[in-house]
């Protein structure tokens, strides 16, 4: 399956992972930067990559999808999947939005070396200029 390649491919460009959903805010801050690239977010694998796993029911996979959802703008909706590893589970998130700039909690965030930071006005004015830009009416077949 493709998460057995991208856990094999680690925490890479565009592959993120988080210990756990408790993690979920910094994980949506991380989505919306990842959104751009086309990116996976992984919960319940350590950084270093070691599957950790974590408890995975209906109730956390609603909960993940509805906190990206009512926290990020415009909304995203990503693809929200259990996922099993050597016997452990895991939670696979996948945007599906076409790559434009987005907040989460009402703040831009840019990826500096490993880090999540917040972008500056400036340079989210660029971001939503492109997006105005290439994804417009007048862009529309």
């Known amino acids: ?5 991208e856990l094999a491919n680690g ?11 408790s993690l979920l805010k910094e994980a949506i801050q991380t989505l919306v930067l990842r959104q751009l690239q086309g990116g996976v977010l992984y919960f319940g694998i350590a950084d270093d990559g070691k599957i950790i796993g974590q408890t995975v ?3 956390t996979l609603k909960n993940v999808a509805n906190s990206i959802k009512l926290n990020t703008d415009p909304k995203l909706y990503p693809q929200v999947e259990r996922v099993e590893f050597a016997g452990k589970f895991c939670v696979r998130v996948v945007g599906a939005e076409p790559a434009q700039a987005h907040v989460a909690y009402g703040r831009p965030y840019i990826r500096v070396g ?7 006005q400036e340079q989210y004015q660029l971001l939503l200029q492109q997006r105005k830009n290439g994804y417009g009416f007048d862009f529309q077949p």
């Open 57 to 59: 029911t209906d109730d």
């Open 114 to 120: 490993t880090t999540t930071q917040q972008l500056s």
């Open 11 to 21: 925490g890479s460009e565009g592959i993120d992972f988080k210990r756990s959903t």
């Open 1 to 5: 399956n493709d998460f057995h390649q």
